[in-house]
């Protein structure tokens, strides 16, 4: 089992991550990445409320949109949008750390449906299903050919992650740590699986 504290993917995936400035500024981090799943917690925090006091419902749906697209990154690969994701609230948001859960419902070549659950954690640890969401999520690349491995992350021109903005403008990206053409038979390696 990979030492989640050193899991080469999910710290790639961090980065990745971490070159969004609004995720910088809300101060998200992905906590978990592995095939079909990715979670991005924050701590909540009081210029995150809305005006009652509650986390206000836009930063639920940034955490619900990102890890829908990098859930399905682990199915489509790193070049992918979100194509659109509803979000249902079903209990105010309070407690110290928000989570956002993503696992890929289905995969096909082209196209993942994913759901999201949100969660808070008080200063316990006890969680608290604030929000659900469920989205679609398309993939951009030319597809491969049938039996024919990806080129990974080191082929001519090609960045470990290309990030890609999300069909409506937002800053929903997905990538996996591919590393294909650096395992032993180049044939689909996914770190962690």
Same mark, same amino acid.
């Given at each position: ?15 990745? &991550? ?16 592995? $095939?079909?799943?990715?979670?991005? $917690? ?12 509650? &986390? ?7 955490? =619900?949109?990102? =890890?829908?697209?990098? =859930? ?25 750390? &928000? ?24 200063? $316990? ?17 030319? $597809? ?50």
């Amino acid at each position: 089992m990979t030492d989640p504290t050193t899991d080469p993917a999910r710290e790639l995936a961090g980065k990745v &991550l971490d070159g969004q400035p609004f995720s910088r500024l809300l101060g998200a981090r992905v906590t978990a990445f592995r $095939e079909g799943t990715a979670t991005l $917690e924050l701590d909540i925090r009081e210029e995150l409320h809305q005006q009652n006091g509650f &986390l206000h419902g836009g930063v639920l749906s940034y955490a =619900a949109d990102n =890890a829908i697209t990098f =859930a399905a990154g682990t199915a489509l690969g790193p070049a992918v949008l979100t194509s659109g994701f509803s979000i249902q609230y079903v209990r105010p948001a309070t407690g110290r750390t &928000l989570a956002a859960r993503a696992t890929v419902v289905h995969a096909g070549r082209r196209q993942a449906v994913v759901r999201c659950d949100l969660v808070t954690r008080d200063g $316990e640890g006890a969680e608290t299903l604030c929000a659900v969401a469920q989205g679609t999520v398309l993939a951009t690349a030319p $597809e491969r050919p049938a039996g024919t491995a990806s080129p990974g992350p080191h082929a001519a021109g090609d960045a470990p992650f290309a990030p890609a903005a999300d069909a409506h403008g937002g800053s929903g990206i997905a990538d996996r740590a591919v590393h294909d053409a650096d395992s032993a038979d180049g044939a689909g390696a996914v770190p962690g699986t």
